[in-house]
């Protein structure tokens, strides 16, 4: 399969892009990581593979309007 037809074939049946699907699991397992584990920032930006950590707080903010920081803090309370 073609990976034009595929990213067709999800928007038709999902109605969001793949780069959309991508980033909406990153940032589930994001906050799955930040919830459930005491990792480093550090840590989880390189289990998900981000290039450094800015990189991976800049996603983050994206998909969650919050710093991951942030987000841990309020899972915690």
Do not use: C
């Not at 005491?38 to 593979?49: K, P, Q, R």
């Amino acid at each position: 399969m073609h990976v034009n037809h595929l990213s067709k074939v999800l928007k038709k049946s999902t109605g969001r892009t793949t780069t959309e699907l991508i980033s909406s699991r990153i940032a589930q397992e994001a906050k799955a990581l930040l919830r459930q584990t005491n990792w480093t920032m550090t840590e989880i930006a390189d289990s998900l593979v981000f290039a450094d950590v800015a990189h991976f707080s800049n996603f983050f903010k994206r998909q969650m309007a919050l710093a991951p920081g942030t987000y841990r803090l309020q899972e915690i309370v």
